[in-house]
């Protein structure tokens, strides 16, 4: 199952946003267990640095990005996915961008706490509890 996962997943974890944090370190162990092909958008990691820089500082923003490149596999952004993305009617070019790098890389879904903001997905989007059960009744079976 490839998952792409929002930035704000991601940051929920690293930052420790409850109550977000626990269905979001949930599903990211399910990535450290190759239980699911994680997926980061090649802007979520500049995203994410500038963010946890500004948060924790530039050493640790640091430590992270070289954490979850190892972890995740990046969704590349060129100019056919900024294209297409400036076609969508998202109400976000932001997450237009992610939406058409996912489906460019051949992704499966999307994770995200912003499901409002995908209405226009093509692609199942996911809030972070409803992929957990998802996961936990394809364990089950």
């Known amino acids: 199952m490839k998952i792409l996962f929002d930035t704000n997943i ?3 974890v ?3 946003r409850e109550p977000f944090s626990r269905e979001a370190s949930f599903l990211l162990s399910r990535v450290e267990r190759s239980e699911i092909s994680g997926y ?3 802007t979520t990691i500049t995203t994410i640095h500038y963010l946890i820089s500004e948060a924790l500082g530039s050493q640790a923003a ?3 990005i070289q954490s979850l490149l ?4 990046i969704a590349p952004v060129n100019h056919q996915v900024l294209e297409k993305a400036a076609m969508l009617n998202f109400r976000d070019f932001e997450n237009a961008v992610l939406h058409e790098a996912a489906c460019q890389a051949g992704i499966e879904s999307i994770v ?3 499901t409002v903001d995908f209405k226009q997905s093509t ?3 996911f809030a972070p509890e409803d992929l957990v059960a998802a996961l936990l009744v394809l364990k089950s079976n």
């Open 14 to 16: 690293l930052l420790e």
């Open 123 to 125: 692609l199942p989007v």
């Open 10 to 12: 991601i940051l929920d």
């Open 62 to 64: 640091l430590r992270h």
């Open 70 to 73: 190892a972890l995740f596999i």
């Open 40 to 42: 980061l958008c090649a």
């Open 112 to 114: 995200t706490r912003n």
